[in-house]
């Protein structure tokens, strides 16, 4: 059965750190671009970060950037973001999502959400003092 499962959300204070995981079963995550998405209340799903098949490459939204960071273990068959200094703009549900790179450019990582081919459930961060 293919599954991503995202765990590591919780509730931190500003200025904390989390790290969040993406474990996939029933596929192997090597050979797959994998995307960061976040939604928050009121606002719309936006791309966070995306790193590609190899980790070669890596793509953060300018307000995550020197914040977080994202990294695979193809050998774990997981993908983890690190977040760092979160403050409570970064509250959200942050979902993982796996796509072929034959399906979707490099370059639309963070923004072509339906070419992804599969998703986790999603994990709640909450930012608050």
């Known amino acids: 059965q293919v599954q991503l499962v995202e765990s590591g959300g919780g509730l931190v204070q500003p200025g904390g750190s989390l790290r969040l995981s993406c474990a996939a079963s029933?596929?192997?995550?090597?050979?797959?671009?994998i995307g960061w998405f976040r939604q928050a209340p009121g606002k719309e799903r936006e791309g966070v970060s995306c790193?590609?098949?190899?980790?070669?490459?890596?793509y953060y939204v300018d307000s995550v950037k020197g914040r977080f960071t994202v990294s695979r273990d193809n050998a774990k068959n997981t993908v983890y973001l690190q977040m760092n200094s979160l403050n409570p703009e970064d509250t959200a549900v942050y979902s993982c999502?796996?796509?072929?790179?034959?399906?979707?450019?490099?370059?639309?990582?963070?923004?072509?959400?339906?070419?992804?081919?599969?998703w986790g459930q999603g994990t709640q961060v909450t930012v608050s003092s």
């Open positions: 999502a796996a796509a072929s790179p034959g399906r979707m450019l490099w370059h639309a990582c963070y923004a072509e959400a339906r070419r992804y081919e599969y």
């Open positions: 029933g596929f192997r995550l090597d050979g797959y671009t």
């Open positions: 790193i590609s098949s190899s980790g070669g490459m890596t």
